[in-house]
Nanobody, 122 residues
Framework: QVQLLESGGGLVQAGGSLRLSCAASGRTFSSYNMAWFRQAPGKEREFVAAISRIGGYLYYADSVKGRFTISGDNAKNTVYLHMNNLKPEDTAIYYC???????????????WGQGTQVTVSS
């Protein structure tokens, strides 16, 4: 079992940057596909970015390509989401997830963090 703890959310103006962290404990994150999802009020949880367990391939939602970057630090057992040029529509609770099945859909992910709020003001 892996436990996930997100941090790094906050309030930022449009055009600003944030770095979210997802610290894994119990097992190394490299044992899993790791992903970030987000959920805005009244909306379904949506895929943001993922890094595959095998090969370390990176996947991004079209809405964040060129602005967000997912990365991992094996020594710290932590996955990051670097977010640049933030927009008001990026406002959501961001969740870290770990799983061994699908990459871009939330259902198959077995392990979730508690989420961290990101608010982007216009």
């Amino acid at each position: 079992q892996v436990q996930l703890l997100e941090s790094g959310g906050g309030l930022v103006q449009a055009g600003g940057s944030l770095r979210l962290s997802c610290a894994a404990s119990g097992r190394t994150f490299s044992s899993y596909n790791m992903a970030w999802f987000r959920q805005a009020p009244g909306k379904e949880r949506e895929f943001v970015a993922a890094i595959s367990r095998i090969g370390g391939y990176l996947y991004y939602a079209d809405s964040v390509k060129g602005r967000f970057t997912i990365s991992g630090d094996n020594a710290k057992n932590t996955v990051y989401l670097h977010m640049n040029n933030l927009k008001p529509e990026d406002t959501a609770i961001y969740y870290c997830a770990a799983g061994n099945l699908a990459l871009t859909t939330p259902g198959p992910y077995a392990h979730w963090g508690q989420g961290t709020q990101v608010t982007v003001s216009s």
